[in-house]
């Protein structure tokens, strides 16, 4: 996946924890974050909202000039994160500025159970049926 990630936003490079260091996951979170950039590393994406309420993540990010990307309201569901990214990322990109601090809190909207009744009544109304 990364390689059509990278053919769609060439600028873009993915990486996962085994790539980078996985011993990086057990620091504090704003000690992560230094050590993502003492390792020339950009960026973050996470789940982890609560990232955005620490005081010393949010100096950090500021001081470094780091990049914080957080799928919200995704829990533990790779699935989810990956989606809301990948629907995300190309307006990231667009919007990226190396040397200044961003943080981007991706959303995703209640998807709505639609009424049968409703599709039907729009369909028959389309066949002039109704």
């Not at 704003?30 to 949010?58: F, K, N, S, W, Y």
């Not at 959303?107 to 009744?117: D, M, Q």
Request: aromatic letters at 6%; hydrophobic letters at 45%; a positive charge.
């Amino acid at each position: 996946m990364a390689g059509v990630l990278r053919s769609v936003i060439p600028q873009l490079d993915l990486r996962s924890w085994k790539t980078v260091d996985p011993r990086l996951k057990s620091l504090p979170d704003h000690r992560l974050i230094l050590a993502l950039h003492q390792r020339g590393l950009p960026g973050l994406v996470t789940c982890d909202e609560e990232m955005l309420e620490l005081p010393e993540v949010l100096a950090v990010v500021k001081q470094v000039a780091f990049h914080l990307v957080v799928c919200t309201r995704t829990g533990h569901d790779a699935v989810a994160a990956t989606g809301l990214l990948l629907y995300n990322l190309p307006h990231v990109a667009r919007r990226y500025q190396a040397r200044r601090p961003q943080i981007w809190r991706l959303t995703a909207r209640e998807s709505i159970l639609e009424k049968w009744s409703r599709c039907w009544a729009t369909s028959r109304l389309r066949m002039g049926t109704d």
